[in-house]
């Protein structure tokens, strides 16, 4: 259980910490600084390479999380804020996949063809969608660690 806990953390330290790099820092910076035949490029690089690391770190969240909830289903019941972890956390792959097959295969599309104003509309996309699943992301680690005392 503890080493499933180690990689259940290590997956949401780098998919959390990612996201909360990508949209707080980068994101600012990278719109004060580069116009969006520097920006757009940047971002595709960046974001393919992030995401790759991504799909690790879902596979350690889901894998390490549905082993746990295994472990508790044969202990005792799961307690709520495990069910309310494991909803937030699904939705979060979905949210994930979605801007991975869709708006992210958009961006490289139009960086390939340099058709700027797509590449910021998709790049919009990818921008809210992150914002939803840094906040959810955040969320569930409150839901994880004070939901547990309820
Ligand atoms: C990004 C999504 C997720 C985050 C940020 C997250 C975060 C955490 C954190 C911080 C802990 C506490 C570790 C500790 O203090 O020992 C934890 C425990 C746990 N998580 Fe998650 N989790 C996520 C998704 C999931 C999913 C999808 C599942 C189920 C498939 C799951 C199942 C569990 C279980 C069973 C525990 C152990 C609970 C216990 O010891 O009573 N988590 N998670």
Redesign the pocket.
Known sequence: ?KV??LF??L??VV??GGMFFAYMALRPAAAALLEPPQRLPLWTATLARFFAWVWVAVAF??G??????G??AQVAR??L??HA??????V??LIFAYVYFSPFAALKRAVAQKAWPQGGAALNQIRRAVAVNLS??LA??A???VG?GF
Do not use: D, E, K, Q
């Not at 390490?64 to 909830?69: A, E, I, R, T």
């Not at 972890?85 to 699904?90: D, E, W």
């Open positions: 259980m499933a806990v259940h953390l997956g949401a998919w959390i969240v889901l390490s999380g549905f082993y746990m909830v472990v508790l799961i307690p804020y495990v972890m494991l909803y937030i956390g699904l979060m792959t959810l992301g569930n680690i839901v994880a660690t547990a």
